[in-house]
């Protein structure tokens, strides 16, 4: 069964950091992988979807990497700002059919102090 | 534009009364999900369906039942509501147009069961 965990569960930074959110995933068999958005209380944004045979996807300041091989991907903010504050979900989907379910992590706890 | 919604948002009822859920979206998406979200546990699937007529089960499927009658619409049924079934559900669809495989979230609807 595909585990995916999101390392740190919390962080807490000044305005203007660059930072980086990691996500592994047990099974290097996936079909893409997602990185969503969470702000309390509400529903989840996409915000970068790499396909398996991507290496990287870049939206505004947001980047994310994946190295399949390795089980591992990354979501680097640049210049972070409070707006960033919301809890960030990786989730990766198996290669069992063309539009398949999600695995998620649990998710790291974005904090952007002014 | 498309949309996911669902209802109600937030719904209170007590234990052994059948619950359902709703979820429409407008993307004309084959693929729906249904999620719940739970602290601890993060989002797990309970039920999905790649098409009309088609239902899958999840990971966490006892106790909750799904029907696809037509694209849009995939209401989730608690045929049975027990108080380990208050957490947050949420609907999810994908389609195979645009960036294949991206997931879509509604809102969520906030279930409490006394």
């Known amino acids: 069964k595909q585990e995916v965990t999101q390392i740190p569960a919390a962080l807490s930074v000044p305005e203007g950091e660059n930072l980086v959110l990691n996500c592994s995933f047990t099974d290097s068999a996936i079909y893409n992988l997602q990185w969503f958005r969470q702000d309390p209380g509400k529903g989840l944004t996409s915000l970068l979807l790499i396909q398996s045979s991507q290496r990287e996807q870049t939206s505004g300041r947001l980047n994310a990497s994946l190295d399949k091989s390795s089980g591992r991907s990354t979501l680097y903010i640049a210049a972070s700002q409070p707006g960033d504050s919301a809890t960030y979900l990786c989730?990766?989907?198996?290669?069992?059919?063309?539009?398949?379910?999600?695995?998620f992590g649990r998710g790291t706890q974005l904090t952007v102090w002014p | 534009d498309a949309e996911i919604t669902q209802s109600p948002r937030h719904k209170i009822t007590e234990t052994g009364r059948q619950v359902t859920l709703a979820c429409h979206q407008t993307w004309n998406h084959n693929n729906m999900f249904w999620y719940r979200q739970d602290l601890g546990h993060g989002l797990r699937l309970i039920h999905y369906?790649?098409?009309?007529?088609?239902?899958n089960k999840g990971e966490v499927s006892d106790g909750y039942s799904v029907s696809r009658s037509n694209t849009e619409d995939l209401p989730l049924t608690l045929e049975s509501a027990a108080s380990s079934q208050t957490s947050v559900y949420f609907c999810a669809s994908a389609g195979g147009s645009g960036r294949v495989g991206e997931q879509f979230f509604g809102p969520g609807t906030r279930l409490t069961v006394l």
């Open positions: 989730a990766v989907s198996d290669r069992g059919s063309t539009l398949g379910r999600l695995y």
């Open positions: 369906s790649y098409g009309v007529q088609d239902t």
